[in-house]
């Protein structure tokens, strides 16, 4: 089974994430920000992937250390969930719009983070959330899934619109990236490894 479960404790947060990759979009997710679990929700209806979130935070300062260690351990699922990577697609893009936005989503799960936000968004909030921390997400997760992770956005105004598509398409980049390949031999590599 392509799936993982990882736990993160620490004075700020307490969070424990189930992921299998293989599976048809089931989630249950729980978060103490509601826009939050809304876009976490995105991940796992649009990739197909099955997800359980448990995540509690000192929210009562506010949403970025559970935004940021929430985004941490969803990118360590999918890193333990591919194991070697053996068989996968490696690469995934999505450009994909929403109203007025559009937003161009491309990953390499190659074990190496690098990351790249051009996707400028004022301060505001939806809701209770500060918009600047969907920012704070993606880095997180390409930092704990070791991934190339560009997110650039292509036009439009609402906020709302912006950050929600970002999310979709990072799900459907993902779904591309971990599919398993039958014509992939061995690790989708000239060096023989994506995890060193």
Known sequence: MR????????KETRIEATLDLDGTGVHDVQTPLPFLTHMVEQLSRHGL????????????IDGHHTTEDLGFVLG???????????????????????????VACTLDL????????ELPLP???????????????????????????HVV??????????VEISFKALAKALEAA???????????????????
Not at 3 to 10: K, L, N, Q, S, Y
Not at 49 to 60: I, K, M, P, S
Not at 80 to 98: K, S
Request: aromatic share 10%.
């Open 123 to 149: 301060k505001a909030k939806i809701g209770d959330f500060d918009v600047e921390l969907a920012e704070v997400f993606f880095e997180a997760f390409a930092r704990g899934a070791l991934c190339n992770l």
């Open 178 to 196: 971990t599919r398993l390949d039958p014509r992939v031999v061995g690790v989708p590599s000239t060096k023989g490894t994506l995890t060193e």
């Open 49 to 60: 992937f099955d997800l359980e979130v448990r995540a509690e935070g000192d929210t009562q």
């Open 110 to 117: 190659g074990g190496r983070p690098f990351f790249v936000w």
């Open 76 to 102: 360590q699922c999918f890193h333990q969930a591919l194991g070697d990577r053996r068989g996968i697609r490696r690469y995934g893009f999505a450009v994909l719009p929403m109203d007025d936005a559009r």
């Open 3 to 10: 799936a993982a479960t990882v736990r993160r404790e620490t």
């Open 153 to 162: 956005k292509e036009r439009g105004d609402n906020l709302h619109h912006l």
